[in-house]
């Protein structure tokens, strides 16, 4: 099958000397504090990842409590949105011990889980995302030229990933990497190459991004070929657009690219009614001189909610027959567009279960033609395919490093 990512696609790494501040936080929180709480207007992000797991329970029980002072500025009503997501989204004490019930009904979509980078915005003097440098050294190995299996396979990662990507540095299997921004390199850590980077178009209140036509400009000579659009326009927690906004951000974003680069459409959760599917139908009737060559959709289903093998079922009935049997109703806008399953993963899972569903899951994925490409979610953290301890691969990471 075509990949879009080239037939010679090299994994970097550049390591910065300053340690990245909250870094050493269990990610399991971070996880799941990035969720609930992503205010570029405050740049509060990281600071309510930092303390959120020992704050959020005591202000759920009365919004009285006092705040700590790293929290101080965000408002009441923020918070209680936040923190009351951060509840939600916890996840079981011991999945492995939880029950698995059969539904009746179609799976309850979970909050996403990107950790998007922070985008600089005009009240805020930290300096935003700088370009990547020449100083970077290889750390990959080049595709081995299959059809199916490394040109398929991304990472996902952001600044506290350090350098994590060692421990793929011999994988074929991965063919390239995002971190939900323009840049490979938004903060100390780690980044992939650029001929192995799809970068991610995020816009300010005004619908704008500064610097991402020359971005992608320099990426695409140095070898990049796809680009994600927005990032769950359909989710108030992350892009939050209505449709009529994401068309007139894939026009002024991704559609001047048209030709140069496969464009993705926004990446959608897989939620129901007017998101996920029904947020993509709305957008495509307002950009219908759009053109899609790949149709980018993320699915996460809770533990609590399936066992492992209903989990994969999901993933293969959504992808088979609801993601393709809109781009055939679409096939003006779609005609020919593969899939990107953007992000994927079984939330709640303990590291075993991860591997499993991995493992009954990749093959699956390798060899589907209508599938261009995948990032489990996962990714370069510790607690997901980095173990606990940061010093190697859980065992769902050493399934996605080898099968």
């Known amino acids: ?38 205010d570029n207007t405050l740049r509060a992000l990281e600071r309510f990842a930092t303390d959120a797991a020992a704050y959020c329970p005591k202000f759920l029980q009365s919004s009285a409590q006092q705040a700590p002072q790293n929290l101080a500025d965000i408002p009441a009503a923020k918070m ?28 309850v979509v979970v909050p996403t889980t990107t950790p998007a980078p922070i985008a600089p915005t005009p009240s805020t003097t930290s300096a935003g995302p700088v370009a990547p440098t020449s100083s970077s050294t290889y750390i990959g190995s080049t595709l ?46 780690v980044t992939l190459d650029s001929g192995a980077f799809v970068p991610t178009i995020r816009v300010d209140g005004g619908l704008n991004n500064d610097g991402w036509a020359s971005a992608v400009n320099s990426l695409l000579s140095s070898g990049t070929q796809m680009l994600f659009a927005s990032n769950e326009p359909d989710n108030a927690g992350q892009a939050n657009l209505n449709p009529s906004q994401g ?18 459409s926004p990446a959608i959760t897989n939620g129901g009614g ?45 992808l088979t027959n609801d993601v393709s049997n809109f781009i055939a109703k679409h096939s003006q806008q779609f005609g020919g567009a593969k899939i990107c399953l953007g992000e994927f993963w079984l939330t709640g899972a303990s590291d075993d279960e991860g591997a499993a569903y991995l493992t009954a899951l990749l093959p ?30 859980s065992r769902s990471g050493q399934v996605y490093h080898d099968l």
């Open 274 to 318: 007017s998101t996920g599917l029904g947020w993509l139908e709305s957008f495509v009737q307002q950009c219908q001189d759009c053109r899609f060559d790949i149709i980018n959709v993320h699915h996460y289903v809770n533990r609590n909610e399936l066992t492992v093998d209903q989990a994969v079922s999901a993933v293969k009935s959504y």
């Open 144 to 189: 081995n030229g299959k059809s199916y299996g490394g040109g398929k396979r991304g990472l996902v990662y952001d600044y506290h990933s350090q350098d994590f990507s060692r421990f793929y540095k011999d994988s074929s299997k991965i063919a390239f990497g995002s971190d939900w921004d323009k840049y490979r390199s938004p903060a100390p850590g």
């Open 1 to 38: 099958m075509h990949s879009f990512f080239g037939p010679s696609i090299l994994l970097t790494l550049s390591v910065a000397t300053s340690a990245v501040s909250g870094a050493a936080l269990h990610h399991v929180h971070r996880h799941r504090a990035l969720t609930c709480y992503e």
């Open 80 to 107: 209680s949105s936040a923190c009351a997501c951060f509840a939600k989204t916890a996840a079981p004490a011991n999945p492995a011990s939880t029950p698995a019930t059969t539904p009746t009904s179609a799976p």
């Open 364 to 393: 699956w994925l390798d060899s589907n033609s209508n599938v261009a490409c995948y990032q489990a979610f996962g990714g370069l953290w510790q607690g997901n395919f980095i173990n606990g301890a940061g010093n190697g691969l």
């Open 247 to 264: 068309a007139t951000v894939f026009r002024n974003f991704l559609k001047p690219f048209q030709g140069r680069a496969a464009l993705a």
